[in-house]
């Protein structure tokens, strides 16, 4: 027996609670205190980054704001982690790979759209939102590009909107990931004080710690087949 998308939710809670017990009491706190900011209701595409600062701050971003998913594209170029940046980020978040495609971007962002969210294209050059006046109502994916192309065309005939950083100096951009950083900021503190439903589900909740305490809990696949060893046999 597996743990499958199908299986119920009681299931899941009695799994997570089991690998639970192989985790410290002040990390399994931290777990219940952490998933009460996690949101899916904000999202981050990168497409194409491939500079692992990059790559890895942004990351960083997403985990420090409660962003809980980034998909990431891969066209011509593999999306690489620096752990010296990244910090361990990583292992708290879900990475959504697209690279399967002949066109990773219409497939990640076609499935994006069929979930019900609104594509926001990041750019200096286009004058719609402000991080300030971007609409939140909508679930909201915010699509980043490389530096030096920004995003393709294919992004940006799929983008709702547009939204952009207010320049005031000679520069014209901000670095990827402190745009993201000040994106996310901005966004997820409006998203907060909002009366949006922005938190996870009860099922995301569940989801989402069983994956923290899958990378946290030593051999937790063994684990787990025991737990459904046991299940099976009705030991629990």
């Not at 006046?133 to 909201?140: A, G, Y």
């Amino acid at each position: 027996m597996d743990l499958t998308p199908e299986t119920d939710l009681q299931t899941r809670k009695n799994l997570l609670n089991f690998l639970l017990t192989f985790i410290s009491e002040n990390k399994i706190k931290k777990f219940e205190e952490k998933i009460q900011y996690r949101s899916r209701h904000l999202t981050i595409v990168l497409e194409d980054i491939f500079q692992p600062h990059n790559a890895s701050a942004v990351l960083r971003s997403c985990d420090c704001f409660g962003i809980q998913d980034v998909h990431i594209i891969e066209n011509m170029n593999k999306y690489e982690v620096n752990p010296d940046v990244a910090l361990g980020s990583a292992k708290w978040l879900s990475l959504i790979k697209y690279n399967k495609e002949i066109n990773n971007t219409l497939s990640c962002l076609g499935s994006l759209k069929n979930q019900g969210y609104k594509i926001i294209a990041t750019s200096p050059h286009k004058d719609d939102f402000t991080p300030e006046s971007l609409p939140l109502d909508n679930k909201t994916a915010l699509v980043f590009g490389t530096e030096l192309e920004g995003l393709t065309d294919n992004a940006k005939e799929v983008a709702d909107a547009y939204v952009r950083i207010p320049m005031y100096g000679f520069t014209e951009s901000l670095n990827i990931s402190v745009s993201a950083a000040l994106l996310l900021f901005t966004l997820s503190e409006r998203l907060r004080k909002s009366e949006i439903n922005w938190q996870l589900s009860e099922v995301e909740k569940t989801d989402t710690m069983l994956q923290w305490a899958r990378n946290v809990v030593k051999r937790s696949d063994t684990i787990e087949r025991e737990f459904f060893r046991k299940i099976e046999k009705r030991e629990l």
